[in-house]
């Protein structure tokens, strides 16, 4: 089992950045590929970003290809990060880390096994 804990989200501004994180515990972090989804109020969670075990990978929604980059610390934190540029209020919505099956990207929830608590990422306009 993996425990997962999101740090980083708050309130920002249409065009600034965000870096979201996201600590991980329990298993050996670079066995398994990490994500990022995110919920809207009355939406469905839906993919944003996710990596490779070993970090030499990474696969974008492409709401956000080109503005997000996802990241991860394999030798020394245990963390995952999601550095979030030129936000906007589309953007505005509960972050969740996801460990994921497998070393293997996965895009569909049922993928991933574990997951944090959420972030709120709130944009103002």
């Known amino acids: 089992q993996v425990q997962l804990v999101e740090s980083g989200g708050g309130l920002v501004q249409a065009g600034g950045s965000r870096r979201l994180s996201c600590a991980a515990s329990?298993?050996?972090?670079?066995?398994?590929?990490m994500g990022w989804f995110r919920q809207a109020p009355g939406k469905e969670r839906v993919f944003v970003a996710a990596?490779?075990?070993?970090?030499?990978?990474?696969?974008y929604a492409d709401s956000v290809k080109g503005r997000f980059t996802i990241s991860r610390d394999n030798a020394a934190k245990n963390t995952v990060y999601l550095q979030m540029n030129n936000l906007n209020a589309e953007d505005t919505a509960v972050y969740f880390c996801?460990?994921?099956?497998?070393?293997?990207?996965?895009?569909?929830?049922?993928?991933?096994?574990?997951w944090g608590q959420g972030t709120q990422v709130t944009v103002s306009s």
């Open positions: 990596i490779t075990g070993s970090g030499s990978r990474s696969l």
């Open positions: 996801a460990a994921g099956r497998s070393e293997l990207i996965a895009t569909d929830p049922t993928g991933f096994h574990s």
């Open positions: 329990g298993r050996t972090f670079s066995n398994y590929a």
